[in-house]
Nanobody
Framework: VQLQASGGGLVQAGGSLRLSCTAS????????VGWFRQAPGKEREVVGT????????YYADSVKGRFTISRDNAKNTVYLQMGSLKPEDTAVYYC??????????????WGHGTLVTVSS
């Protein structure tokens, strides 16, 4: 599975942004997908994950209530809708896939990141 994250950019605090993770491969619908982020000088952290069917999601406490993950398996795409953005959300965002749903950081397939910058 090859993944490509897109949709990053510069946004003001309080604003919204939607990231997309598009995958190649006909079996994408069988993979759990996670969104992760890494800020300068910090370790990569889980933002949220979604099961293959889309029925189960997990969010880090830091984004709960502000971010929403969804997927459209017909389009081989997973979305991360980000709202009420804060400067501390500034990071490179990555998507990743694995054969089973997980709330951890151990994923098998990773895409290149997309930079999100939130200005105060």
């Amino acid at each position: 599975v090859q993944l490509q994250a897109s949709g990053g950019g510069l946004v003001q605090a309080g604003g919204s942004l939607r990231l997309s993770c598009t995958a190649s491969g006909r079996t994408f619908s069988s993979y759990g997908v996670g969104w992760f982020r890494q800020a300068p000088g910090k370790e990569r952290e889980v933002v949220g994950t979604i099961s293959s069917s889309g029925t189960t999601t997990y969010y880090a406490d830091s984004v709960k209530g502000r971010f929403t993950i969804s997927r459209d398996n017909a389009k081989n795409t997973v979305y991360l809708q980000m709202g009420s953005l804060k400067p501390e959300d500034t990071a490179v965002y990555y998507c990743a896939a694995r054969s089973t749903w997980s709330t951890g950081v151990t994923y098998d397939y990773w895409g290149h990141g997309t930079l999100v910058t939130v200005s105060s």
